[in-house]
């Protein structure tokens, strides 16, 4: 019971080069992305609208997926920043998100 809740509780995100392959097919189910958003990809649309391209953490710009998002982003969104992304697949390689997560850096430095 209890591996249960944990399972059902454990938060998890796909590479990009997991949506991006062409076997991978979720357009209904809602799913998380995470990875680098990549240096010069940023595209400012209509509005608040935005669209980016995301890679691996690790390795090459292998199997990158486009995001398209609608919103104000975090403040912490930057190029080569680490994100997730929640949303659902729109096309191949492709994700529409509803939310935008950007990854604070984990060294720790005291106010002076």
């Known amino acids: 019971m209890l591996s249960t809740a944990l399972r059902q509780n454990t938060q998890f995100f796909y590479d990009p080069s997991d949506v991006a392959a062409p076997t ?35 390795g090459e710009a292998e199997g990158v997926v486009t995001v398209s998002y609608t919103g104000a982003l975090p403040d912490l969104f930057r190029e080569g920043q680490g994100i997730v992304v929640v949303g659902t697949q729109s096309g191949a390689g492709t994700v529409e998100a509803s939310q935008v997560l950007a990854k604070h850096d984990e060294n720790y430095v005291p106010a002076t």
């Open 24 to 58: 991978f097919i979720s357009e209904t189910q809602r799913l998380r992305v995470g990875g680098i958003v990549v240096e010069g990809s940023v595209r400012a649309g209509e509005g608040l609208r935005t669209a980016f391209d995301l890679r691996d953490f690790e």
